[in-house]
């Protein structure tokens, strides 16, 4: 069996969200709960296992919400240097025995642990280990993805304001495409709008996108 970790990066300023520099989207309510805890929830409810945090911007802020979760934080201090920087900070801190990671955003509240454990069940069954394992929704790929250790070392050479999809335009490597119908894997909340939408329709029926 390979492991698989969940790595959720939510160290990020937010910028188009609007708001107090001080203040984090993350820990705007959604459904009852904080965007993050959402997210958090999910990655400790499927088989990823253990399940990780990477902070930076308003880092007690996000871990106060948080609480009671069984994480493993790390704190990314050059956060503002773009995503990359918590991307490798969080891959550094895995175990050795993490054959893989699963790379959620934190302001992606509608991912289920049925679709993480949809993409680590598509990464163990594949003959040979693959690099990295995506879902796609009408021909497009999304988030979150499944990065295998074959790509730590790249993504540990990474600079600038991008997570680990460059990597994957490497035609030479070996990635898995998981078909879905969920909406779910092409949403994320970077404005205000985008949340009051999901706000007004929470269930958000399929076939549906907001950006």
Do not use: W
């Amino acid at each position: 069996m390979r492991k698989v970790a969940a790595l959720i990066l939510a160290a990020g300023r937010a910028t188009r969200f609007g708001g107090p520099a001080s203040e984090t989207k993350l820990s705007e309510g959604f459904n009852g709960r904080p965007l993050v805890r959402h997210v958090a929830e999910a990655a400790l409810a499927s088989r990823a296992s253990p399940a990780g945090l990477v902070t930076g911007h308003a880092a007690d802020k996000v871990v106060s919400v948080l609480a009671g979760l069984d994480l493993f934080i790390v704190h990314n201090g050059a956060y503002a240097e773009g995503l990359s920087t918590s991307l490798k900070a969080g891959v550094a801190a895995l175990p050795p025995e993490v054959r893989g990671v699963l790379i959620l955003l934190a302001d992606m509240p509608l991912v289920t642990h049925t679709l993480i454990d949809r993409l680590i069940a598509a990464f163990e069954t594949q003959p040979v280990e693959p690099d990295a394992v995506v879902p796609v929704r009408n021909g497009r790929r999304g988030n979150p993805i499944l990065i295998g250790r074959n790509l730590f070392a790249e993504i540990a050479e990474l600079r600038g304001d991008h997570g680990a999809k460059p990597l994957l335009k490497n035609t030479g490597l070996q990635i898995v495409e998981c078909p879905t119908d969920d909406p779910a894997v092409e949403i994320d909340v970077d404005t205000r709008a985008v949340l009051d939408q999901l706000r007004k329709n929470p269930a958000f029926p399929r076939g549906n996108t907001f950006s």
